[in-house]
């Protein structure tokens, strides 16, 4: 079983920054594959970020790419999304998961994602 515990969100203007963490409980950690997804109210849950098990490789979701970066630290079992140049459009619950089929690559797809973080409060503000 593996816990997730996500924080670091807040409130902040527009073309500012925040970096979110995701803590992970279990030595298996560093075999899974990680991503960050997020879902506005009224919407549907959407991809965001995601990284592979060593980190090699990533993917990010077209809205965001140039100003998110997701990274990880395996020794810490934490996996990060920094955010730049937030947009009032980025408002939204951000969640981390983890994909447990081990030494997977990058996954968009949230069925692909064992277990899931509780989410943090993004909020852009115009």
């Known amino acids: 079983q593996v816990q997730l515990v996500g924080s670091g969100g807040g409130l902040v203007q527009a073309g500012g920054s925040l970096r979110l963490s995701c803590a992970a409980s279990g030595r298996t950690f560093r075999t899974y594959a990680m991503g960050w997804f997020r879902q506005a109210p009224g919407k549907e849950r959407e991809f965001v970020a995601a990284?592979?098990?060593?980190?090699?490789?990533?993917d990010y979701a077209d809205s965001v790419k140039g100003r998110f970066t997701i990274s990880r630290d395996n020794a810490k079992n934490t996996v990060y999304l920094q955010m730049n140049s937030l947009k009032p459009e980025d408002t939204a619950v951000y969640s981390c998961?983890?994909?447990?089929?081990?030494?997977?690559?990058?996954?968009?797809?949230?069925?692909?994602?064992?277990?899931w973080g509780q989410g943090t409060q993004v909020t852009v503000s115009s």
């Open positions: 998961a983890a994909d447990q089929k081990v030494l997977a690559g990058p996954v968009r797809s949230p069925d692909e994602y064992d277990y």
């Open positions: 990284i592979s098990w060593r980190g090699s490789s990533t």
